[in-house]
Nanobody, 133 residues
Framework: QVQVVESGGGLVQAGGSLRLSCTASGLTFDDYGMGWFRQSPGKEREGVSC????????YYADSVKGRFTISRDNAKNTLYLQMNNLKPEDTAIYYC??????????????????????????WGQGTQVTGSS
């Protein structure tokens, strides 16, 4: 049984930092591209950042470029999102997502992967991040 579990969310003042973690079990982690999505009330879930199975290809949404860093440790089956200089508009539930290698290869570029939430194989349950002003 596949499980994808996020942790590390919380309340932080504007300008502060948080690091989210996502641990996956029941799958061969380095066979999956991974991503972080977020959803705030009344808005669609959006792709924030995605990373290929090897970590060699990355994508960031324009809204987080220069502030967020995605990484993965395949030996630990863990995905990370380092969030710096948090803003109130970053407030959302953050979800971890796993894409099969086949899907990533078919879509080709990580921007398309992050834009294809309908192609996610597994979702985590989400973790709340709140940036206070």
């Amino acid at each position: 049984q596949v499980q994808v579990v996020e942790s590390g969310g919380g309340l932080v003042q504007a300008g502060g930092s948080l690091r989210l973690s996502c641990t996956a079990s029941g799958l061969t982690f380095d066979d999956y591209g991974m991503g972080w999505f977020r959803q705030s009330p009344g808005k669609e879930r959006e792709g924030v950042s995605c990373i290929s199975w090897s970590g060699g290809r990355l994508y960031y949404a324009d809204s987080v470029k220069g502030r967020f860093t995605i990484s993965r440790d395949n030996a630990k089956n863990t995905l990370y999102l380092q969030m710096n200089n948090l803003k109130p508009e970053d407030t959302a539930i953050y979800y971890c997502a796993a894409y099969t290698k086949r899907t990533v290869q078919a879509l080709g570029v990580m921007s398309l992967v992050c834009g294809s939430k309908d192609r996610v194989a597994y979702w985590g349950q989400g973790t709340q991040v709140t940036g206070s002003s």
